[in-house]
């Protein structure tokens, strides 16, 4: 017995009053003009298969143009209705039930059925799929439009980790064509059934994406769109003024300034459910340094947050004092330590470093270098002396993932989700990017994971949240403000539309006429 969820409804309804006002709209029956993007990082070939998707939410800028998913964010929506007309949820929290649009089909003209969306969920090997697995017992195919997930246990994580950006197993390949041409044969040419398909792909380079007419929800009116890797702000910027880019993703410090101060140009800065923190990857090993309380804690004392946004983010980004972003669910809302660079040489000292002491590599995501040189100088400040060291984006989340990073290391994680999602990746013991844990900690997120009652299970999840901050697992500096350079020829940029994320809706972006 299914029961009747709700926020269904009301979803539905927004889904196909949206569906009905964009269609009303028109694209023009022939799109024209190109559109360049210049992104913050170079593109690898496993973005372009959402079967390996990293933690962070930029990829999907290109999910989302090539791809499409049963439900997920929309503009004015976070979880809004997309390949599934309807959803339904059964009384027991064990089912889910999805039923798929008519006349769905892949860029290559196959149809979308529910086979597809079986093959793709078994498919999946990204960030979440751990829990995904361990939660989902089978997916059973109705008929051609229907399917049905069927969990071991209730968990009220289903949705958010399937059709939020917390991971990206919701998107729907197809089967037929991935079993012709194989995982490689998929990254030389992916096919979806996003607004554009593939044209090419050249490594460390571009990719090029062409309108795709046959698209359900609404034809674009830009034919082509370009996606550069740039990791240089600087070079960014150039190709901003130059209008050799268009859109210009993640601008900091300086680089943000002066495209502020450009009348040609505009500065769109984007809530995120993002946090910036400092990881400790040796406090599990007892006989180093950092398996120190006091020395962790020396670092957040170390830390003068406020002045590393003012340097980083213009002053946009709140200082933090966990790692779970505060736009999100069930985040618990606690003030960060005061920069106090007395307490912080007290501790070292305590410790049996009166002179501070050599502390190795400290390693960046990249690109967030402008905030790496600013903690850096805190560090150095109070005798922590560390050497920075850059590492190219991939190699970067490819060591984080496989537990290679040593020393220190600044990172952040942008995809949607809840407190729960995070701690699932990066506090719970077991989680695909945490270097250790605790088993207290495990049993209350395990607690968490089955608790229907939203009052109770936030508790839970604060009480997860409070132990790390009692045990200073990590040293949070700010929530995330991603600024985005708009050039001229923009006139709908739409970045704003999707709440909480920094990609935009590709159906509804406008440019200006010659």
């Known amino acids: 017995m299914m029961k009747h969820n709700p926020q269904v409804a009301l979803l539905l309804l ?3 009053l949206t569906l009905g006002a964009a269609r009303g709209l028109g694209a023009p029956s022939s799109p024209t003009g190109e559109l360049v993007i210049a992104w913050h990082v170079t593109i690898p070939p496993a973005w372009l298969d959402p079967a390996e998707a990293p933690p962070q939410v930029g990829t999907f800028d290109l999910y989302y143009a090539l791809h499409d998913a049963l439900v997920r964010p929309l503009p004015g929506e976070k979880l809004g209705h997309s390949l599934a007309e309807s959803w339904r949820e059964s009384l027991d929290g064990l089912v889910y039930e999805f039923k798929l649009r008519d006349g769905l089909r892949f860029h290559n003209g196959d ?12 498919c999946y090997r990204g960030v979440g799929a751990k829990p995904l697995r361990a939660h989902v017992q089978t997916v059973e195919v109705v008929d051609a439009f229907r399917v049905r997930f069927h969990l071991k246990a209730p968990w009220p994580d289903f949705l958010t980790f399937y059709g939020t950006t917390a991971s990206a197993a919701g998107f729907v390949l197809p ?19 996003g607004p ?28 082509r769109v370009i ?31 002066e495209v502020k101060r450009d009348p040609n140009l505009r500065l769109v800065d984007v809530r995120l459910p993002s946090v910036f923190w400092i990881e400790f990857p040796a406090q599990w090993e007892p006989t180093l340094i950092w398996a120190d309380k006091r020395m962790r804690l020396a670092v957040n004392y170390a830390l003068d947050r406020q002045a590393i946004s003012e340097a980083a983010c213009l002053g946009y980004c709140p200082p933090a004092g966990v790692i779970i ?55 150095h400040a109070v005798g922590i002396r560390v050497k920075l060291r850059t590492m190219e984006r991939a190699s970067f989340l490819t060591a984080w993932r496989e537990k290679t990073l040593r020393g220190l290391f600044l990172t952040s ?14 506090i719970y013991s077991k989680g695909d990017y945490a270097y250790g844990g605790y088993p207290d900690i495990d049993a209350l997120f395990q607690q968490q994971a089955v608790e229907r009652a939203p009052a109770t299970r936030e508790g839970l999840l604060h009480r997860i ?35 909480s994320h920094s990609f935009f809706s590709f159906e509804a972006i406008r440019l200006k006429g010659p």
């Open 413 to 426: 994680a942008g995809a949607a989700g809840n407190a729960a999602t995070r701690v699932e990746t990066f």
């Open 325 to 379: 972003p505060r736009l999100m669910d069930y985040a618990l809302q606690v003030e960060p330590p005061a920069y106090d660079p007395q307490k912080a040489r007290q501790l070292l000292a305590e410790a049996g470093y009166p002179k501070g002491f050599d502390a190795g590599e400290f390693v960046p995501a990249p690109p967030y270098f402008v905030i790496a040189e600013a903690v850096v100088n805190n560090l």
């Open 175 to 193: 089967k037929r064509y991935l079993e012709q041409v194989g995982e490689e044969g998929f990254k030389h040419h992916p096919i979806g059934l």
């Open 227 to 257: 996606m550069k890797g740039v990791p240089e702000g600087s070079t960014r910027l150039a190709m901003l003024k130059r209008q050799e880019a268009d859109i210009a993703f993640v601008l900091d410090g300086p680089i943000a300034e």
């Open 14 to 16: 927004v889904a196909v």
């Open 465 to 499: 949240q409070q132990l790390t901050v009692d045990r200073v697992m990590f040293a949070p500096v700010m929530d995330n403000r991603v600024f985005q350079g708009v050039g001229p020829r923009i006139a709908e940029h739409t970045l704003h539309a999707i709440p």
């Open 111 to 122: 149809p979308c059925t529910a086979e597809d969306v079986k093959f793709s969920f078994e």
């Open 196 to 223: 554009y398909k593939f044209v090419r792909y050249t490594p460390g380079v571009e990719v090029v994406l062409e309108v795709y007419e046959g698209h359900w929800r609404q034809v674009p009116s830009v034919k």
